[in-house]
């Protein structure tokens, strides 16, 4: 790919935008300048990728028929048989439509702008699963971005609870919920940055876990915001949960994100046997009556607490004052990231040193916030974030 530099028109364009003042003489010295850096950029775009290859083969991938879709959780079908040996053989995985199966377009809930991607690469947690023994049967309906937590703003219609008829699946990761509730996988694997595990798993009646962050690597996942970052399973009950998180978390080189070391998290089936006997347990009292809470949420979590003292855990009311303004700061910093990682970073995001998709950031056209691209939060998230950019200065959270 030859990169084409820019003219003192461009640079002229720019200087105006940043009320910087330039002469003709100026913007032709920058043009000149331009032009050896465009060279050096043709050659690093002409550097072989170097991907991970996957080591699974594929048929190809279809849009099921409404027949085989009943709840249209299913975004896309296809088999992918993975080893014949493993902790997970036997078990049926969807994998999220924010989450890369290479050769299985990635659609991100639908979205026009991404330009019939298909993805280059298995995402780190799918070549994970199929070394395990599972197999893919394709990826599960997300939101549109991922940008709700209903289940109804996919380009493929909504998500239909199948505990439920009729209702929210719940989202951002409303398929992969209903795929595991219906029995049709034992495993699927969602994303969360807001919730989006855990209020699906919640609406359908199955296990969602948001594990810690940089447990999982992202690595081949769409990222909304860097710091909010999480891939994890849902499934029908606790074991193939344990299980699940024991094959895909850990390092894997790539990822930044990354804080486990190998070989911490290989066991945590075990604990299964062990109960909750002398397990500590915080319940934060900042989490109660909130004015937007539901008092039978609150019920329902001190009842859970209650139950979990009555089989030995050690349960203790703890106080974090910030806690209180945790939304406020999280809706800061994921408005701020969303435009970085999404509208400018060709959705994988910039400046860490962890593998992206480079055809997902030549096919994507995130950078064009129209009404046709964007889902209307989206687009409003993006719009604050460059006001805040232009109009604040940088914002220092103090430690609780």
């Known amino acids: 790919m030859k990169c084409r530099p820019p003219s003192p028109k461009d640079f002229q364009s720019l200087a105006d935008q940043f009320a910087i003042p330039t002469t003709d003489e100026e913007l032709a010295c920058y043009a000149r300048q331009a032009d050896r850096l465009a060279k050096s950029l043709s050659r690093l775009a002409s550097l072989p990728e170097r991907l991970p290859r996957s080591e699974f083969s594929r048929g190809l991938a279809h849009r099921p028929e409404p027949h085989e879709n009943p709840h249209n959780a299913w975004a896309l079908k296809v088999r992918i048989p993975g080893a014949a040996e ?3 053989q036997g078990k049926r995985v969807a994998i999220k439509d924010s989450i890369c199966v290479a050769g299985v377009p990635l659609t991100y809930g639908g979205a026009a702008c991404l330009n019939n991607y298909v993805p280059e690469l298995d995402a780190t947690v799918v070549t994970r699963l199929l070394r395990a023994g599972a197999e893919v049967r394709g990826t599960a309906t997300c939101e549109y971005f991922c940008s709700s937590s209903g289940s109804h703003t996919s380009n493929t219609g909504p998500v239909e609870n199948p505990r439920f008829p009729g209702h929210s699946a719940g989202g951002s990761s409303s398929g992969c919920a209903a795929l595991v509730a219906a029995g049709e996988v034992d495993i699927a694997i969602g994303g969360d940055q807001a919730g989006s595990i855990r209020i699906p798993a919640a609406h359908c009646g199955v296990y969602g876990m948001k594990p810690t962050w940089g447990l999982v690597p992202y690595t081949g996942a769409v990222s909304n915001e860097f710091n909010g970052d999480h891939l994890g399973p849902i499934t029908a009950n606790v074991r193939d949960n344990a299980r699940a998180l024991e094959v895909i978390a850990g390092s894997d080189g790539m990822d930044t994100r990354g804080l486990a070391k190998p070989g911490r998290h290989d066991s945590l089936e075990r604990f299964l046997e062990d109960g909750v006997r002398g397990l500590r347990i915080a319940v934060v009292s900042e989490s109660f009556g909130r004015p937007n809470g539901t008092p039978g949420v609150d019920e329902a979590v001190r009842a859970a607490a209650d139950k979990l003292g009555s089989l030995g855990a050690h349960i203790e009311d703890v106080s974090v004052p910030l806690h209180r303004d945790a939304v406020i ?3 800061a910093f994921v408005r701020e990231g969303v435009y970085a990682n999404l509208y400018v970073g060709g959705g994988f995001g910039t400046n860490h040193g962890g593998l992206s998709g480079p055809r997902y950031s030549s096919a994507s056209r995130l950078g064009e916030i129209t009404r046709e691209s964007s889902p209307t939060m989206s687009a409003l998230a993006c719009s604050w ?16």
Request: proline letters at 9%; hydrophobic letters at 45%; zero cysteines.
């Open 86 to 88: 493993g902790k997970l």
């Open 329 to 331: 700061i999280w809706s």
């Open 385 to 400: 974030a460059r006001i805040w950019r232009k109009s604040t200065a940088a914002i220092s959270i103090p430690k609780p």
